[in-house]
């Protein structure tokens, strides 16, 4: 189990095993190969289709983890920004590499119907949730990289920019990365690609960390 609250995120990531059937699924999929062959990338699960035993993380995990939903999801992460396989040091500050041609979290996902809103096209609320969930997963990494952040983070702000429909069925490239941080204000930024590695959404998206509570 990847429990954000554990001080071995990290850990757990390396040990969980990705399933087999996302895998083989992605493995025949021409636009998730480049992301899937390069070596500067980790694939992993996604903790958010794990459920935890407390509730948590049944959105993803068990309502939309269906053969009619979201069939297929793959996590790859940067061994740039989180070297997974060979970990450092926890740093002071979050390392900024991540950017649209090398993010720091690639997110691959198989859309299907039953997440439509109009015939054949994804709802577009739904692409908002999925979109929150990987940037979230995302600033969760930078949190457990940095030694001086131990604070939980919240969603506090999302803008997105719908630039073109996303059709059902496909395969969606989910990229997402950090821009910057300011004190306890995690700022981060993604996109959402068909498989024709069309461009069809935008988002920015701010995380603030909880204050520390007073012993």
């Not at 992605?26 to 899937?36: G, H, I, N, R, Y």
């Not at 719908?162 to 204000?185: A, F, I, N, Q, S």
């Amino acid at each position: 189990m990847v429990d954000w609250r554990s001080g071995g995120y990290f850990q757990a990531l390396r040990a969980a095993i990705v399933n087999p059937a996302d895998i083989n699924f992605f493995t025949d999929q021409p636009s998730a190969q480049p992301w899937l062959n390069n070596t500067r990338y980790t694939a992993t699960i996604s903790p958010a289709r794990n459920p935890q035993t407390e509730g948590e993380d049944e959105l993803f995990g068990k309502a939309l983890q269906t053969d009619d939903t979201i069939q297929h999801w793959l996590s790859l992460i940067s061994n740039t920004a989180f070297p997974i396989l060979a970990p450092r040091p926890p740093s002071e500050t979050p390392l900024l590499s991540g950017k649209f041609d090398a993010p720091d979290v690639v997110s691959l996902l198989y859309l299907q119907h039953g997440i439509n809103g109009f015939r054949g096209t994804a709802h577009g609320g739904l692409l908002c949730a999925v979109l929150d969930e990987a940037m979230g997963f995302t600033v969760e990494l930078h949190r457990h990289a940095s030694s001086s952040s131990r604070e939980e983070l919240y969603t506090a702000k999302v803008n997105i920019d719908y630039r073109r429909p996303v059709l059902t069925p496909d395969m969606v490239v989910v990229k997402t990365w950090l821009e910057k941080r300011d004190g306890r204000k995690w700022y981060l930024r993604g996109l959402v690609e068909n498989s024709k590695g069309e461009r069809c959404v935008d988002v920015e998206g701010l995380w603030v960390a909880a204050r520390p509570r007073k012993l």
